[in-house]
């Protein structure tokens, strides 16, 4: 490549950098370009991921396992929780992990499995691979390796926590390469699409394994759950290290009505303390919320004594067990977040050098010193970055231009919200 064509690359990824974080949406550039100083959060990070590998080579778990396969992340609105998580994806595949990033919102919200399966599964990056993860996945899969073995026996034990159809899938998948366009719909059905259990059966009985599988209803939820634990294994079978799970914006959920709060609290609980079903999974999780959650939900809407109450009032096992979860939960965002730190002076000063080189570099000039703003313990890292750019941009434009900039504060808005829910799906799964 020439020198012209380099400088030319240079400047486009700077640009790119500059729009990220001028929008708050970091991407690969800007994470490139300023990194993350938050080692508390790495640190922790390095540890889930270490321990992830020893669980898929059998090995006892080392220092910090028992906090839980996840940990919440905590900051204010422009804090930097997204540039976090996307540093943290950066590490992950690298480090040879399958990794997806879900956003909740109205199309995912958190307390229904089979819509964040659904996520997880088509925003999932898999280390080197462009394509479709889960494609990517079934075309790694070597039937003579010994995370495979692992994996068909974890599948045909007595105990193992998920639907007989999971086992008589990989089966079916292996005895009908021939048949590309059924091994097709088995890898879609490990993606989250129904496979009816009729046509299984059918398979089974020509490959002569009719009364070797079971296969009974079960409900889209549970098969959901049961997928995420299934998916993590099979990542481990095709070569990977692991499945890294990071699920931003999940204050969302204080617009929910209390039953979905509850729900999702115990998802809170499912992804930071572990399945209980099946704690040797291979999947870690980070989640990110405001650090207020605590005082406008759990405290303002009085949720750590009303959600409790009110289930056990029901007198149902489901409901004593949705409230035990739904508890577990709520003490993790209560006690269990790890906040990210505001910048002290030598960061401001070290991102600053930084966005200043890589401003200059993008546009072909040298930018002046520009005051931004006042520095004080109340501002966010975003707002100054982005007080940064915009007044290189105008100083760019017009030498003699000073400008002003001010900040004000955006309010989360926890108000009830219906709509936000979606809707679950709660059929039968195939």
Request: hydrophobic share 40%.
């Given at each position: 490549?020439?020198?012209?064509?380099?400088?030319?690359?240079?400047?486009?990824?700077?640009?790119?950098?500059?729009?990220?974080?001028?929008?708050?949406?970091?991407?690969?550039?800007?994470?490139?370009?300023?990194?993350?100083?938050?080692?508390?959060?790495?640190?922790?990070?390095?540890?889930?991921?270490?321990?992830?590998?020893?669980?898929?080579?059998?090995?006892?778990?080392?220092?910090?396992?028992?906090?839980?396969?996840?940990?919440?992340?905590?900051?204010?609105?422009?804090?930097?929780?997204?540039?976090?998580?996307?540093?943290?994806?950066?590490?992950?595949?690298?480090?040879?992990?399958?990794?997806?990033?879900?956003?909740?919102?109205?199309?995912?919200?958190?307390?229904?499995?089979?819509?964040?399966?659904?996520?997880?599964?088509?925003?999932?990056?898999?280390?080197?691979?462009?394509?479709?993860?889960?494609?990517?996945?079934?075309?790694?899969?070597?039937?003579?390796?010994?995370?495979?073995?692992?994996?068909?026996?974890?599948?045909?034990?007595d105990?193992?926590p998920?639907?007989?159809?999971?086992?008589?899938?990989?089966?079916?998948?292996?005895?009908?390469?021939?048949?590309?366009e059924?091994?097709?719909?088995?890898?879609?059905?490990?993606?989250?699409?129904?496979?009816?259990?009729?046509?299984?059966?059918?398979?089974?009985?020509e490959?002569?394994?009719?009364?070797?599988?079971?296969?009974?209803?079960?409900?889209?939820?549970?098969?959901?759950?049961?997928?995420?634990?299934?998916?993590?294994?099979?990542?481990?079978?095709?070569?990977?290290a692991?499945?890294?799970?990071?699920?931003?914006?999940?204050?969302?959920?204080?617009?929910?009505?209390?039953?979905?709060?509850?729900?999702?609290?115990?998802?809170v609980?499912?992804?930071?303390?572990?399945?209980?079903?099946?704690?040797?999974?291979?999947?870690?999780?980070?989640?990110?919320?405001v650090?207020?959650?605590?005082?406008?939900?759990?405290?303002?809407?009085?949720?750590?004594?009303?959600?409790?109450?009110?289930?056990?009032?029901?007198?149902?096992?489901?409901?004593?067990l949705?409230?035990?979860?739904?508890?577990?939960?709520?003490r993790?965002?209560?006690?269990?977040?790890?906040?990210?730190?505001?910048?002290?002076?030598?960061?401001?000063?070290?991102?600053?050098?930084?966005?200043?080189?890589?401003?200059?570099?993008?546009?072909?000039?040298?930018?002046?010193?520009?005051?931004?703003?006042?520095?004080?313990?109340?501002?966010?890292?975003?707002?100054?970055?982005?007080?940064?750019?915009?007044?290189?941009?105008?100083?760019?434009?017009?030498?003699?231009?000073?400008?002003?900039?001010?900040k004000?504060?955006?309010?989360?808005?926890?108000?009830?919200?219906?709509?936000?829910?979606?809707?679950?799906?709660?059929?039968d799964?195939?």
């Amino acid at each position: 490549m020439s020198s012209s064509s380099e400088s030319s690359t240079g400047q486009l990824a700077g640009r790119r950098a500059l729009e990220a974080l001028r929008a708050g949406v970091p991407n690969r550039d800007a994470v490139a370009a300023l990194g993350s100083l938050q080692t508390a959060v790495e640190d922790r990070f390095t540890q889930l991921l270490d321990s992830v590998r020893a669980v898929s080579a059998g090995q006892a778990l080392g220092e910090g396992a028992n906090d839980g396969p996840g940990m919440l992340i905590g900051g204010g609105f422009g804090s930097g929780k997204s540039h976090v998580l996307q540093y943290l994806a950066h590490l992950a595949l690298d480090a040879g992990f399958v990794v997806s990033k879900v956003v909740i919102s109205k199309e995912t919200p958190l307390h229904d499995p089979a819509k964040l399966f659904r996520a997880a599964i088509e925003e999932a990056r898999v280390p080197g691979r462009p394509g479709s993860a889960i494609d990517e996945i079934a075309t790694g899969l070597r039937t003579e390796s010994d995370q495979y073995a692992a994996l068909y026996r974890w599948l045909h034990n007595d105990d193992v926590p998920v639907d007989s159809r999971f086992a008589a899938s990989l089966f079916l998948h292996e005895y009908a390469r021939g048949d590309a366009e059924f091994a097709d719909r088995i890898v879609r059905f490990w993606a989250g699409d129904p496979l009816p259990v009729a046509d299984l059966r059918r398979r089974l009985r020509e490959a002569g394994a009719a009364n070797t599988y079971r296969l009974a209803s079960v409900k889209e939820r549970d098969l959901a759950v049961q997928r995420f634990r299934f998916v993590s294994r099979l990542i481990g079978a095709a070569g990977y290290a692991g499945w890294v799970i990071l699920i931003d914006e999940v204050e969302l959920i204080g617009r929910y009505s209390m039953l979905q709060r509850a729900k999702s609290y115990a998802e809170v609980a499912r992804w930071v303390r572990g399945d209980r079903h099946d704690p040797s999974a291979p999947l870690c999780a980070v989640l990110t919320t405001v650090e207020d959650f605590e005082a406008q939900v759990l405290v303002g809407k009085n949720d750590v004594e009303l959600i409790p109450k009110k289930l056990r009032l029901k007198g149902t096992a489901e409901h004593d067990l949705l409230a035990g979860a739904a508890e577990t939960g709520m003490r993790v965002i209560e006690r269990g977040q790890l906040r990210l730190q505001p910048p002290d002076r030598d960061e401001l000063d070290r991102t600053y050098a930084k966005l200043k080189a890589i401003h200059g570099a993008a546009y072909g000039w040298e930018p002046p010193d520009v005051e931004g703003l006042e520095r004080l313990p109340s501002n966010r890292m975003r707002q100054y970055v982005r007080a940064w750019i915009n007044a290189w941009d105008l100083r760019r434009l017009d030498s003699s231009y000073q400008p002003e900039i001010t900040k004000s504060e955006i309010l989360i808005d926890f108000t009830e919200d219906v709509a936000l829910e979606g809707v679950s799906d709660d059929s039968d799964g195939g």
